[in-house]
């Protein structure tokens, strides 16, 4: 494993000036009625934003002196009005398979965490959306910090400009087309309930999902929720992306421990929900996580309750091998268990892969991410290491 601390002199990236909006974060929509109030002329305000757009999400520059087919006048005008401010590398940390994780700063000096997984064929990036969270899931590193705050659009996509830069993912201008993509895939399963900051979360999405921009296609994200109901079907409607289920359990007491927001929505309420989902497809099923928890929810009778659950319902199951953390209450479920457990899925006819645990040596698996600054309040021994 290696970790690298980051100063900001090494970033090279334009810091805040106080009091301006940052340009990165609004929509097509929002950009050019902000461009229009700056005094660009309505019928020049979607080629600019057009123009601008390009430059930000296409070939990820960091200064408006670089977008050299705008006029010098408006260049000037928006490096007056605007920044472009990616989150700020506190820290990136290589895991010894490869995986990175980024603890980045942003606004009000709060932290949050971001991973990279690169695979043979592909390389996903899990995506937070609040500092902190509410939901208190027992088996979760991330629920036993409190939560601060929303991130803004700005901060939730320019966690995918952050490891694009990292990367080295940005066309060359000149150079010939690559469609390789070292980042082809974002995750919604970062810190936080991505539905519970819902309009950042859309904007943030739709911006990366522009096709003059970042251009990642709706079936490459995955949007993970532990089951806010009434905002599933909207999130179908107006983001769009695939969907993810965290289920964790197939009875309500049970659930009601490892997920408290069942407590709100049960079991029941959630699959129904997920049967009159409208993406609802073959080609595009709801993927269930379940996290193996030894003891707890890995039983045979458990496996074959799920697949009662998941009657009527276009799915697959991700079973996710518990990844510790300092104080955790739960084991992982013994290897033979839960292949035993997938069995009973499979055969049933459902998809069961299990999940490789990827960057446990930097604390950057499935419910490990926790910002630092926490973790060393709670802990203050660490604060001196």
């Known amino acids: 494993m290696?970790?690298?601390?980051?100063?900001?002199d090494l970033l090279a990236l334009p810091r805040k000036k106080a009091g301006l909006p940052n340009i990165i974060?609004?929509?097509?929509?929002?950009?050019?009625?902000?461009?229009?109030?700056?005094?660009?002329?309505?019928?020049?305000?979607?080629?600019?934003?057009?123009?601008?757009?390009?430059?930000?999400?296409?070939?990820?520059i960091t200064d408006f002196a670089d977008m050299t087919n705008v006029s010098k006048d408006i260049r000037a005008m928006l490096a007056r009005e605007f920044v472009i401010e990616r989150p700020e590398i506190v820290t990136r940390q290589v895991s010894e398979d490869g995986t990175r994780k980024y603890l980045l700063r942003i606004e009000g000096g709060h932290e949050v965490e971001t991973v990279y997984?690169?695979?043979?064929?592909?390389?996903?990036?899990?995506?937070?959306?609040q500092v902190g969270c509410t939901l208190t899931c027992s088996f979760c590193h991330t629920g036993t910090q409190t939560l601060v705050r929303n991130l803004t659009a700005a901060e939730i996509v320019g966690q995918i400009l952050?490891?694009?830069?990292?990367?080295?993912?940005?066309?060359?201008?000149g150079a010939p087309k690559d469609e390789t993509r070292l980042l082809s895939n974002v995750v919604l399963m970062g810190m936080g309930e991505p539905l519970y900051n819902f309009d950042n979360l859309r904007d943030g999405m739709k911006i990366a999902m522009d096709p003059e921009g970042i251009a990642l296609s709706r079936r490459r994200i995955t949007l993970s929720t532990s089951g806010v109901v009434p905002l599933i079907e909207r999130a179908g409607e107006e983001i769009g992306t695939l969907l993810a289920i965290s289920l964790h359990a197939t009875?309500?007491?049970?659930?009601?421990?490892?997920?408290?927001?069942?407590?709100?929505?049960?079991?029941?309420?959630?699959?129904?929900?997920?049967?009159?989902?409208?993406?609802?497809?073959?080609?595009?099923?709801?993927?269930?996580?379940?996290?193996?928890?030894?003891?707890v929810n890995d039983s045979e009778a458990a496996a074959k309750r799920l697949v009662k659950l998941l009657e009527g319902i276009p799915a697959k199951v991700n079973l996710i091998p518990f990844n510790p953390w300092p104080g955790a209450p739960y084991e992982r479920s013994d290897w033979a268990k839960i292949e035993a457990f997938a069995g009973v899925v499979m055969r049933a006819g459902y998809a069961s892969p299990i999940r490789t645990p990827r960057g446990e040596d930097i604390m950057a698996a499935c419910g490990q991410l926790k910002s630092e600054t926490e973790r060393k309040r709670k802990n203050p021994r660490l604060a001196n290491a």
């Open 25 to 60: 974060g609004l929509t097509r929509e929002g950009m050019r009625e902000a461009f229009i109030e700056r005094g660009i002329p309505e019928k020049q305000a979607k080629m600019r934003v057009g123009q601008v757009w390009a430059w930000i999400y296409h070939w990820g």
């Open 117 to 129: 997984i690169p695979e043979e064929n592909r390389g996903t990036l899990c995506i937070s959306s």
């Open 251 to 295: 009875t309500d007491p049970v659930r009601d421990r490892l997920v408290p927001i069942n407590k709100k929505w049960n079991i029941e309420t959630l699959m129904d929900a997920c049967r009159t989902y409208s993406r609802l497809s073959n080609s595009e099923r709801i993927t269930f996580e379940y996290v193996m928890l030894k003891g």
């Open 2 to 8: 290696t970790q690298t601390a980051i100063t900001p």
């Open 162 to 173: 952050v490891a694009r830069d990292d990367l080295g993912e940005w066309p060359v201008r």
